[in-house]
């Protein structure tokens, strides 16, 4: 990625567009922050694009004053892959939502995510179907009451981190609208990565799922339950640093302090090759319901799709010479006709 | 045993104007190799030839049976021919099975040659047979030649390196030989072939080129072979020819398109049958800046497809029917955003996963109205394979020129086909234009549906060009700013813009063409993979004193402006298609004429004399 020392007023980032999201969403919080954060990123805003599918967050790129492109349902990742692939050049984020990327298209999000291309995905998981109202979504606790499960949701939620991590994502990582530093934070490592990044930010959906992150984001809850992973430290947290996060047996664990030696406390490392420990973390907790890990889970470097794509292209043209459409035509052998 | 030489020939040599011959086998038999061979053979020799592969969609079938025959037709000519030929002439069987499974088509008093040790018992009844075909009479009336291909394949290679079963792997080559020995085609450029084939296995190459010898060898040493035939070379157009299908002819003619227009392909796609080939291909040819992006599913190609398009690419996705199903919603989002994009559909048998190695005709009316909403987009069809390559530069040109997507029909028959090509030169080919722009098109900002007025075009402004960033997508947009609005009136007027500017494309592709006799009451009208038989039995209809005309349609829409004329200057309309009558529906509505069908789905292409039968049939009517 080229970087040119530029650097913009967070309005620079907004469209002329009117912002068009229920009074009160999470949504804006976050198109906050990533507009602020957009504004020192440091890439000239022509070359960034935004790609999402559908849903309320997919109305995304509308409010970016950069190149945008919003598609159909779950296949953002996809129109994406296209985008990066074509002009590597380009900084490529998909903004998504819960049933957009986990639900129809889920296919598509851990392909992207396996062949790891270069493409930031931010996943705005509010728990619910928004714009169509107010169906249960595949991240919806079991036994949700909404109007297409008038009895409860009889399914099991999938946890994002979860499936991000056994996709073989490269970057990991998961924060909440409400913490404005901590998304900040998560852009700042996703946009330095190289390769897919896989952001997951609990957003409120004040109208069909309200207080949904309670747990997380209220005064209490975001002492109790937030646990803060920070690369190279001891993962440790409560309003006392009373709890510690221990790894056994491969297994992550929750245990207080006062039970272990502080030498048994996990210290996190983003970097591990083996997503074993990462995808021990994620399963803490399967929602954001009592101590839940936020942050970077994992920030690996592995070979990207875009570059071993112009890698062998390259190639080709050095050994082969540019290609020639007259001798291309007659490679398979020809004859005259006098 | 030494290595076998060719032997001194006592052959008579008789000249026939044309021959066709047909390969059939099981389908690890490898008939499609021999059928290759001896037509690439025939192609350097100069022949004019058009070929019929149609193999079982099971990569090997039950061994033996009817449903694991794989066959291949060619027909060789010393004058310009345009199908692989009606009833063959000469039948290679292999094994009871191939001869139940084509028997009925072998031309009365044609040479049947058998593999003789492939009729046991244990294979006859296996085929379906009661009695021995060889005995119970079935097989009077063809010239048969019964040889022992597979003990002569242990014989040659009883000193080889290959042992066991392996050993009977190369008895198709006994075949090739054979049919060189009696149709005199020369062995160097098969023995050149398969040296280069296996070049890392030389006991391989060595035990198919003892075998190929010794088929040539069986036929100068047999008496009954020692009438030969030689088909002389083709009067055809002066210039340098090459023998191409379908598939390549497209594919190259995307990778010409990018250069004429001066930018980069993109190909995405899935693999399906028969549409992979282009992929297979494309993905040989990175030293021209050709992007192949094999995705996780149909949609993903063409979502991928639509993301490079964006980004300034000549984008293009390939399929087959069920694959542009899939594609379908993602088609509406580059129509709707007015992306230009390819999406090539080679036609099989459906529906579902129908018949999947099988040509048919029946995606017309889905590829033109397969869309929710109002979405008109061009369709054209290739005719043959060396029109592939046109058809996919002419396709590529009108979505870059209109900002649209485009659909080109394609089907099994002419991308697994072959013909010889009068190669063109590149620099004879049309520069393709497009909306790329760098600039500001108003006072007030970049207006992303600011269109050309001649051709209603959209600017194509890429992601990377400062001062150009603007926001697009799949909700209706405000003409002009291309923000997004559900006014009224301006969802009539792009719902009107968008058929307006696929309507005029009509002004801006070739007239239509006639064939035939001009001044007949009757025109046969076709489309697609028709267009060999079409014309080669309006041809022989014309030479037999049937008066009647044909023109073939590459653009299905828009038809070409002289369309209605053409038609109107016709008292009987005649629609041939290998579908259940698709293009008649859309001519009976758009022209209101009584167009008359002659249809068929039977997975395998209309021969000429068919036709020809079938239109008499109809003008006598």
Known sequence: MSKVPVSYKRTDLQSDQEVKWCPGCGDYTILAS???????????????????GIGCAARFPYYMNTYGLHTIHGRAPAVATGVTVSNPDLSVWVVSGDGDALSIGGNHLIHALRKNVNIKILMFNNQIYGLTKGQYSPTSEEGKKTKSSPFGSVELPFNPMSIALGAEASFVARSVDMDRELTAQVLQEASTHNGSAFVEIYQNCNVFNDKAFEQLTSKEGRVANRINLVHGEKVIFGAEDEFAVTIENGEAKVVKRTDIDDSKIYVHDITRENPSVAFSLSRLSHGPYGPTPMGVFRKVQRETYNDDVINQINFAKDSKGAGDVDKLIRSLGTWNVD | MEEPTLATDKKTVESIPAITIRFAGDSGDGMQLVGTRFTDTSAL???????????????RAPQGTIAGVSSFQVQIADFDIL??????????????????????????????????????EKNITKAGYKLDPRESGELDGYRVFEVPMEKLTKEALKDSEIKGRA????????????????????????????????????EVADANIKTLKTGYNFGITVEAFHHTYVVDKAKLPAGEYTNINGNIGLSWGLVAAAKLSELELFYGSYPITPASDILHELSKHKNFDVITFQAEDEIAAAAA??????????????????????????ISLALSA????????????????????KPEQSDLLFALYGRHGESPLPVLASRSPSHAFYTAIEASRIALKYMTPVILLSDNYVATGSEPWLLPDYKDLPSLSNNLTTKLNSKDGFLPFHRDMTTFARPWATP?????????????????TGNVSYDSDNHQYMTDMRAWKIANIANDIEPLELNGDEKADTLVLGWGSTYGGITQAVNRLNEKGVKVASAHLTFINPFPDNLGEILSSFKTVIIPELNTGQLIKLIRERFLIDAKGINKVAGVPFTAQELADKIEEKINE
């Not at chain 1, 890439?43 to 694009?49: A, N, P």
């Not at chain 2, 390939?318 to 919603?329: F, R, V």
């Not at chain 2, 099989?348 to 129908?354: A, D, I, L």
């Open chain 1, 34 to 52: 990533v507009q602020s954060f957009m504004a020192d990123m440091g890439i000239s805003k022509e070359k960034i694009v935004f790609v999402s």
């Open chain 2, 45 to 59: 020799f100069g022949n004019d030839l058009a070929t019929l592969p149609s193999f079982p969609a099971e990569i």
């Open chain 2, 464 to 480: 990377g060009t400062p001062g150009l960033e603007h926001r697009i997508g799949g909700l209706e947009k405000e003409e002009g």
């Open chain 2, 167 to 202: 050993v009977l792997r190369s008895k198709n080559m006994i075949a090739l030989g054979l049919i060189s020995w009696v149709f005199n085609r020369p062995l160097e450029d098969t023995v050149n072939w398969i040296n280069k084939k296996f070049e890392k296995l030389p």
């Open chain 2, 83 to 120: 199908t692989p030929g009606d009833n063959p002439e000469v039948l290679v069987a292999m094994n009871p099975a191939a001869l139940k499974a084509h028997l009925h088509d072998l031309a009365p008093n044609g040479m049947l040659i058998l593999n003789e040790d492939a009729f046991e």
């Open chain 2, 305 to 330: 497809t639509v993301g490079a398009s964006f980004t300034g690419k000549l984008a293009v996705t390939g399929t087959s029917g069920p694959g542009l199903a899939l594609k379908s919603e993602t």
């Open chain 2, 338 to 357: 007015e992306l230009p994009m390819v999406i090539v559909n080679v036609q099989r048998g459906g529906p579902s996963t129908g018949l999947p190695t």
